[in-house]
């Protein structure tokens, strides 16, 4: 199956602080999503962004799939950005079953 | 537009009991997908459907775990029995298109198997 590895595994930052976080894929990909789970669990959607560049305030992602990664970009950093960061990719050719990456824990300190 | 809604939040079961957890996707949603994420992991899908079919199941333990979703709309997960290693969040989310949709997920139900 398609292989996930995202970089970082964990990360800690001063508030205010920049930071990029990376998910590389082994395969061609359909999808690609970009998730927030909170510390209390719920998964929240950052983005869907199986190619190029998106922007959402202080956040942006960009994807190039033909060399296969994705980056979140987090500028200015609040301690309400801590938790884990997901990415989670489908595979493309008809198989559908979407993979999570092992996730990069952030930590904002004040 | 409400949200993903899963129930129970929390359950604690003892081994070799068996335990349900409900689902109901985003209205208009048609398809759906049960997670199960252990502690320090990514969430690994289960099973995905689209409407009351299943789409794929081959990660699902199919000795001890069953799933169904009738009409379409709501459905139920459950382990009979219940292995300690069970002991997971499981998440269900659902999207609107399958292979290019989004997935939205619910607010998970953490079991506890002692």
């Known amino acids: 199956g398609i292989q996930v590895e995202q970089s970082p595994p964990d990360l800690i930052l001063q508030e205010g602080a920049n930071s990029t976080l990376r998910c590389n894929f082994s395969?061609?990909?359909?999808?690609l999503q970009w998730f927030h789970q909170n510390p209390w669990g719920q998964l929240i959607n950052l983005f869907y962004?199986?190619?190029g560049t998106k922007q959402n305030g202080r956040l942006s992602a960009t994807t190039v799939a033909t060399e296969r990664y994705s980056l979140l970009y987090i500028s200015s950093s609040q301690t309400t950005d801590s938790g884990v960061y997901f990415c989670a990719v489908e595979l493309s050719g008809g198989s559908y079953i979407p993979t999570f990456g092992r996730g990069t824990s952030l930590i904002v300190h004040p | 537009e409400a949200g993903v809604a899963q129930s129970p939040r929390y359950k604690i079961i003892e081994k070799r009991q068996s335990v349900a957890f409900w689902c109901n996707p985003i209205s208009g949603h048609a398809t759906l997908y049960w997670y199960q994420q252990i502690l320090g992991q990514g969430p690994k899908l289960l099973i995905q459907?689209?409407?009351?079919?299943?789409?794929?199941d081959s990660q699902l333990p199919k000795d001890r775990f069953s799933a169904e979703r009738l009409k379409g709309v709501d459905s139920t997960l459950k382990i009979q029995p219940a292995k300690l290693e069970d002991s997971a969040v499981y998440l269900c989310?659902?999207?609107?298109?399958?292979?290019?949709?989004?997935?939205?997920f619910g607010p998970g139900t953490r079991l506890t198997v002692t």
């Open positions: 962004i199986p190619s």
């Open positions: 989310a659902s999207s609107p298109l399958m292979a290019r949709g989004e997935q939205y």
């Open positions: 395969d061609s990909v359909n999808n």
């Open positions: 459907f689209q409407n009351n079919g299943v789409v794929d």
